[in-house]
């Protein structure tokens, strides 16, 4: 619900954003309710496979760097699509052109998981540890955790490294839970509930 209606406008072919035609005039602020609910429901119908990246694809090529969402967007879709290579390519592209430090820390932590699931993990806490010196938020110690909790579970240095995984998700959760991105990219809200899981874990 925005106002005045004709200021804002849609953009982007994908991952839309209602945004400001133009620069506000005097201030300018945002507020989050917790009365109103944002409910999500596909479409009726089969989705097709590969639109997101088709799309994305035509759009990086009009638009080149000029835009630098469709390049993070494009790396993420590349992930999902399984095309790895490429993936890694745009998102740590994007990592150099982003325009600000939350859309930065949010590649780093895509990379990092991306280095998580290849089953690459020093590369993952490389990217987990640029994101930490990006931003002060919780995601990047439970992205270094799930990378030592990981060790642990294949058996390399298991206490050892139970106990490093154990500590950096307490250093996480001790951080304020207040500060989300100000970002309209995409984030799992549920993060820093589902950290849990593993601390009991590595706590057992």
């Not at 759009?59 to 290579?85: C, F, H, M, N, S």
Request: neutral net charge; charged residues 25%.
């Amino acid at each position: 619900l925005v106002r005045p209606r004709d200021r804002f406008e849609w953009r982007f072919p994908i991952h839309e954003s209602c945004l400001l035609k133009a620069a506000p005039e005097g201030s300018f602020d945002a507020h989050t309710d917790d009365s109103v609910t944002f409910v999500h429901r596909e479409s009726a119908g089969t989705r097709e496979a590969g639109r997101n990246l088709r799309i994305l694809k035509k759009w990086v090529e009009q638009v080149g760097e000029t835009v630098p969402r469709a390049i993070y967007y494009l790396g993420k879709e590349y992930g999902i699509a399984g095309d790895v290579p490429s993936a890694f390519y745009f998102l740590e592209r994007f990592t150099h052109i982003a325009l600000d430090k939350d859309e930065k820390c949010l590649s780093h932590l895509a990379l990092s998981q991306l280095s998580r699931s290849t089953g690459d993990h020093n590369r993952a806490i490389g990217h987990a540890l640029d994101a930490m010196q990006t931003r002060g938020w919780p995601e990047p110690y439970f992205a270094l955790a799930e990378s030592y909790y990981a060790f642990a579970s294949s058996g390399k240095d298991a206490r050892y490294n139970y106990e490093r995984a154990a500590h950096f998700i307490e250093i996480g959760l001790a951080l304020k839970t207040n500060d989300a991105a100000h970002t309209v990219q995409l984030q799992n809200p549920k993060i820093r509930y589902l950290i849990h899981t593993i601390l009991n874990v590595c706590l057992s």
